[in-house]
């Protein structure tokens, strides 16, 4: 079958959203990491920009593998992306100009120092970016040692934009924009203090430029994106009568939230939000939407089910999640300029309904120890602040305690940095010694809560129930 190609666009069917008639595309935007979900989510943004302003095309660079350029360069930089939703569709993307590969050095720091290039964005998930466990730059990490012993050839993103700045200085050229596009809280400060961290190291003058001379935009992502996969490739072939192998699939749903920091494209004219909270989008995420995640999780689980649609298909699951979100997460929340929180919950589940997408619960479940006290732990604390007993929070977090419980119990490996750990203390003789263990030792639960009677006493009662199998909503009688 014949490849998706520039040649192939005009025998599309029409149906299909494509750029036939679009003219020159300059490049713009230098992105390190075009994996699926840079492919799915900020290129179909810029893409839909690219019809009204050309300056923006993306060269997607990939620091360790040469797999997906390849296929993007073999088919003119064009791909489809596939909505998996109720009402599914197809829309064939064209925001790529070049594609760069680990051996094109010279070409990806030529393009970062080239005044056209304005904005310099990642998706290289949260550990591309070095950074130790407080936050800051690790300077151990091997990469960054690799990067200031040769800093003509990095290998770490910090690396490669500290590269690019160094030569915009060295010309006289104004800075790039960095824009941080991966699920990584303060992502955009945190980046800031990465480059002018390394820039010192490497040359204090440096430093002190970019320093001086950088903003780096905070911003959140979100929309659920599947890995592509051979049934994906075949439906697309079927709709559009070529061959698609850089095909991408993801949810309707899609969300770009930026700090409006000016000189950016116009990306709110193509459905991005432009705020200066860029926090309080991600506090809502990670309570509403993670925090009834990971309850869906663990309480689906115990009850048999497989996937976030065929939990919160149940309606004794569905109910308990509602009112969670209403009656003990919202009510905790600071309001944000433009955000309607309970449209917000609305529009979460009704993804989480969704059954084109299959989103495996033991998927969610992992790495609960780590997740928990900013998905629940924080409204937890919330709410004993504000002299309130959240009982839908505490009898989720007693379902993932008896998750544990049931695992250890069963010999079943549980998934988690803790998980060894987790499973000595999961087979105490009852329910109460395992929640007294886990707050012990500050693994799921914020410390603080040790001292609260009453809470305690509701979180060990909360995990017998659930570990005896009733019903979330009759934990809560």
């Known amino acids: 079958m014949t490849r998706l190609s520039r040649a192939a666009l005009a025998g599309l069917p029409m149906g299909i959203s494509a750029p036939r008639t679009r003219g020159p595309v300059t490049t713009g935007i230098v992105h390190f990491g075009p994996g699926a979900f840079h492919r799915a989510h900020q290129a179909a943004y810029v893409d839909r920009l690219l019809d009204q302003d050309p300056r923006w095309g993306i060269a997607a660079v990939s620091l360790r593998s040469r797999g997906t350029i390849e296929a993007l360069a073999e088919q003119n930089g064009l791909y489809t992306l596939a909505i998996r ?8 993307i064209g925001a790529h100009t070049e594609f760069l590969g680990p051996e094109d050095a010279a070409r990806t720091l030529a393009l970062l120092a080239a005044p056209d290039t304005r904005l310099v964005t990642t998706t290289v998930t949260e550990k591309g970016y070095c950074l130790a466990a407080d936050g800051t730059l690790d300077f151990g990490h091997p990469d960054i ?4 012993a040769r800093p003509a050839v990095p290998t770490s993103v910090i690396g490669w ?4 700045l160094a030569a915009r200085h060295a010309s006289g050229t104004a800075p790039f924009v960095p824009m941080p596009c991966d699920n990584l809280a303060t992502n955009g ?16 003058a440096l430093g002190d430029w970019v320093a001086g001379e950088i903003s780096v935009p905070s911003t959140m992502v979100d929309s659920i994106t599947p890995a592509s996969d051979d049934a994906l490739y075949a439906d697309v072939a079927a709709a559009l009568g070529v061959e698609d192998r850089a095909a991408v699939q993801r949810e309707a749903f899609a969300q770009w939230v930026i700090e409006d920091i000016g000189g950016l494209p116009d990306l709110g004219a193509v459905g991005a939000t432009l705020t200066a909270d860029v926090g309080g989008y991600e506090r809502a995420k990670l309570r509403i939407l993670n925090g009834a995640h990971s309850t869906l999780a663990y309480a689906g689980l115990l009850r048999g089910h497989v996937s976030v649609a065929e939990a919160i298909g149940d309606p004794v699951l569905a109910r308990f999640v509602d009112a969670m979100i209403r009656e003990d997460i919202i009510p905790m929340l600071p309001s944000v300029p433009g955000l309607d929180l309970q449209t917000y919950a609305d529009a979460v589940l009704r993804r989480f309904a969704n059954p084109a997408i299959v989103h495996r619960l033991d998927q969610i479940a992992q790495d609960g120890s780590q997740k928990l006290p900013y998905r629940l732990g924080d409204t937890l604390l919330a709410n004993r602040a504000a002299g309130r007993m959240p009982g839908h929070v ?4 007693g379902g993932w305690v008896a998750f544990l419980m049931r695992r250890a119990r069963a010999g079943a490996r549980i998934v988690d940095p803790a998980g060894d750990r987790l499973s000595a203390l999961a087979l105490a003789d009852t329910p109460a010694r395992v929640v007294e263990g886990l707050i012990a030792e500050g693994l799921g639960f914020p410390p603080a809560i040790g001292s609260d009677a009453a809470l305690v006493a509701l979180l060990k009662a909360a995990t017998e129930a659930a570990f005896q199998g009733e019903n979330p909503r009759e934990m809560l009688a």
Not at 86 to 91: A, F, I, N, Q
Not at 161 to 164: K, L, T, Y
Not at 189 to 204: E, S
Request: charged share 20%; no cysteine.
């Open 189 to 204: 400060a945190k980046l800031r203090a990465a480059l002018v961290a390394f820039a010192g190291r490497l040359d204090p």
């Open 85 to 92: 939703d109720l009402e599914s569709s197809m829309r064939v």
């Open 145 to 148: 040692v690799h990067d200031l």
């Open 394 to 397: 505490i009898a989720a977090l």
């Open 161 to 164: 934009i500290v590269a690019g």
